[in-house]
Structures are given as structure tokens and as C-alpha cells.
């Protein structure tokens, strides 16, 4: 790496693939902070990024990717607040307007300028329009959306940010309906789906019931704490009715968004039920058939999640509640990464450490 230079995993052109090329070294201004970055995290959303048709996306290309980060802090703008130069810290990725109710307190991922911002094409975060942490260097528009994380080890601290966060921020939703016999099933159990079942575990009574289509996902599960783990096939929506003792579950948390996943989540619901779709695999759901979606269900979209809810996160991981299974790759390797994700070799998640 040359002194006035310093490497990014760029999307240079929808439909990829990134390239890994030499950028200018970010100088912090105003309230900016400049992070050393020392992990990122590849998230399966960065691979529905890469692969987006022009248009598609309320953001322009070129960027740099990675929204899941962990670092120190190398330098502040004059006017930055928040940790001070050294201090070790997690991005929280979701970027709003920083000013409005929302961003107030801490909810960016629901910005009330999100539409305003997009109708500028100005990106949703980190490494999602904005130039994001798969690189030496990222530079963070507030100290705000810092959060220390102390003695953490920067892998298990970078996948905090989002698929911890947006576990769980999906989690917080169903809790209420959470009572003392009630099921609860994990559809996709990689990156965010093994954290969702951990969290389950150590935040709530359910009992949790795991699917996914690789044995060894469900290997992952089980080591996570799932009461119970099972292969997607014609008949898991009555392999899992049958393990809620015939009644249904009272919450889906499907990682998947597919059309199968969407099929058996439907399947296991029990009437006036939570679905959360988190995953973005381009199923469709009809509301308007009958007999499609048990009554009372209520649907939910969740994005991201909030500041004070990655505090918690990071909290639950310094106590040791939260083991994130990381598999680790030099950043110069980020493009074998991405390859490996999508071809379903990944087991937890893929973290990229600068080499
Ligand atoms: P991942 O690839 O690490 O995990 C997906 C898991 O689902 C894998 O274990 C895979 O084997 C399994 N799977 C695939 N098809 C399946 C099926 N039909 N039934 C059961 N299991 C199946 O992905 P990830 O990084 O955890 O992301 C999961 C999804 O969530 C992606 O679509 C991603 O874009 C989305 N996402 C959404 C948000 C949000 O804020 N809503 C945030 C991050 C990621
Ligand atoms: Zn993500
Ligand atoms: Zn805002």
C-alpha cells in the first residue's frame, strides 16, 4: 500500500464483479472519523447488491462495499464527537439524516428523510451506496454511529453491526408474543439466522425450531442452542407443526424471503402469528388468497435495526452470550469470499481482515 493510497473492494458496475483497487486516502472533515478498519463482514445482501439490474437499487455506482465493520479509530474531524483516537469500535451502518425524530433516537434504519435521500440516490449506509468498510480505511460521516467494543475481537465485532443488529431487531418484534410454550422457527440459518437462534435462546423462553436446505447449517443450529434442526422438504411444514404440538408457531423468522421459505412459513403459522421476513430472496405473498395466510397473521419487514439496539448486541457479546462462527479471509482475498458465499460454502459468517 503507497502512503497516499489505501485498497477498497469497489462495485464499480451493477452486476459486478467488484474490484479490488487503490483509492485516495479519505481526510476527515467536520464532524467525520476516519476508522483504520481492521474486519468487514460479507453479507448475503452484499451479494443481491453486486447483482442488482441498473435501477434497481436507490443508489449509483462506483462504491466501496461492506457494511458490517469494526476498527480503531485513526483520526477526527475538528468537529467529531464520540471515541477518542485508538479507541476500538463497531460502524453502526444504517446512515440516516442524523437530525430527524428518528435519527434522534438512534432508529436511522427508519430515517423520516429515507425517501428524500433516496429520491437523491444518496445510499442507505455504509458499503450500500456510501463507501463502505471492505478496505483499509473508512470514513464515518458522525462519531455517533460508533459504538465501542472494548476487548471484542474485531471478527466477532464487525458481524455485530448487521447480522447481529438485524437478528436482533427481529427478535424485538415477536417478543411480546412470546409466552411460555411458544415456537418459534428459524428459516435460513447462516449469517443472520445463527445469530437469530442464539439470541433466542439467551433473550427468550421459545422454543426454537431451525430449517435450512444444508446439513451443515443445521449442525450450526444445534451448536447454537436450536431445540430442534431439520432439511427443507415437501413435508417440514408438518415435521414442525407436529414439534409445536400441533398448534403452530407463534412467530416465523425467515432469513430466506424465497418462495419455498415464504411456502413453509405460511405452512407453520399459527393463526393471529408474527411473520417476519428479513430476507430479501424475492418471494411473493398473496394476502388476498384464502387459505394462503392463517387469519390475524401479522407481517412484518424488518430493516436493520437501531443504535441502542447494537449497544445491546455488543453488550451481549462482551458478556460471551453471543458467539458469532466466523470464517476469516484476507481482505486481497475478498473476491474468492464473495464467490464462496454464494456457492453455499460459508459456514456462520465470512469476515474480511486487511492483509
Ligand atoms: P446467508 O447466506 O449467510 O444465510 C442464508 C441461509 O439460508 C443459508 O444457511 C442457506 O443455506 C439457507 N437457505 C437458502 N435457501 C433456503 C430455503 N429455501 N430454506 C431454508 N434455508 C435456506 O445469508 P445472510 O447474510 O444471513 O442473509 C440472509 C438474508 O437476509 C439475505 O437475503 C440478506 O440479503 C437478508 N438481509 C436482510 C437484512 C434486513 O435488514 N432486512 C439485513 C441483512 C441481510
Ligand atoms: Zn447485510
Ligand atoms: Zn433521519
Redesign the pocket.
Given at each position: 500500500m503507497s502512503t497516499d493510497g489505501t485498497r477498497a473492494v469497489r462495485l464499480t458496475r451493477w452486476g459486478g464483479p467488484p474490484v479490488i483497487t487503490e483509492v485516495a486516502r479519505p481526510v476527515p472533515t467536520g464532524e467525520q472519523v476516519l476508522i483504520q478498519v481492521e474486519a468487514a463482514?460479507?453479507?448475503?445482501?452484499?451479494?443481491?447488491v453486486i447483482d442488482a439490474r441498473e435501477g434497481a437499487l436507490l443508489y449509483r455506482t462506483p462504491f466501496t462495499l461492506g457494511?458490517e465493520v469494526a476498527g480503531r479509530v485513526l483520526e477526527r474531524g475538528p468537529g467529531a464527537m464520540g471515541p477518542a483516537v485508538g479507541e476500538r469500535v463497531v460502524v453502526y451502518g444504517p446512515w440516516g439524516c442524523g437530525s430527524c425524530a428518528r435519527c434522534a433516537v438512534g432508529s436511522e434504519?427508519y430515517c423520516d428523510r429515507r425517501t428524500a435521500l433516496d429520491a437523491d440516490r444518496t445510499g442507505t449506509g455504509a458499503g450500500l451506496g456510501r463507501d463502505g468498510g471492505m478496505a483499509d480505511l473508512l470514513l464515518v460521516p458522525s462519531g455517533r454511529l460508533l459504538v465501542p467494543v472494548g476487548e471484542l475481537a474485531v471478527v466477532q465485532a464487525a458481524p455485530l453491526s448487521?447480522?447481529g443488529l438485524?437478528?436482533y431487531?427481529?427478535v424485538a418484534g415477536i417478543r411480546r408474543a412470546i409466552d411460555d410454550d411458544a415456537s418459534v422457527v428459524v428459516?435460513?440459518?447462516?449469517?443472520?439466522?445463527?445469530l437469530a437462534v442464539q439470541i433466542l435462546r439467551a433473550t427468550t423462553t421459545a422454543r426454537v425450531l431451525a430449517?435450512?436446505?444444508?446439513e451443515?447449517?443445521l449442525a450450526?443450529a444445534d451448536q447454537c442452542g436450536a431445540h430442534f434442526a431439520t432439511l427443507?422438504r415437501p413435508d417440514s411444514a408438518a415435521v414442525l407443526r407436529d414439534r409445536t404440538g400441533g398448534v403452530g408457531a407463534v412467530a416465523v423468522l425467515d432469513?430466506?424471503?424465497?418462495?419455498?421459505?415464504l411456502d413453509?412459513a405460511t405452512g407453520v403459522l399459527r393463526p393471529g402469528g408474527e411473520l417476519v421476513?428479513?430476507?430479501?430472496?424475492g418471494g411473493e405473498l398473496s394476502v388476498r388468497k384464502p387459505g394462503v395466510l392463517p387469519p390475524g397473521t401479522r407481517i412484518s419487514?424488518?430493516?436493520?435495526?437501531t443504535l441502542p439496539e447494537l449497544e445491546q448486541v455488543v453488550a451481549l457479546a462482551r458478556e460471551g452470550v453471543l458467539k458469532v462462527e466466523v470464517e476469516q479471509f484476507a481482505l486481497s482475498r475478498a473476491l474468492e469470499a464473495i464467490e464462496g458465499?454464494r456457492s453455499?460454502g460459508?459456514r456462520?459468517?465470512?469476515v474480511l481482515v486487511p492483509d
Open positions: 463482514g460479507l453479507c448475503r445482501s452484499d451479494l443481491h457494511h434504519n448487521d447480522a438485524t437478528a431487531h427481529a428459516i435460513g440459518v447462516g449469517g443472520l439466522g445463527h430449517v435450512d436446505v444444508r451443515e447449517a450450526l427443507l432469513f430466506v424471503g424465497g418462495r419455498s421459505s413453509l421476513v428479513v430476507g430479501s430472496g419487514l424488518p430493516f436493520w435495526g458465499l453455499g460459508v456462520g459468517r465470512a
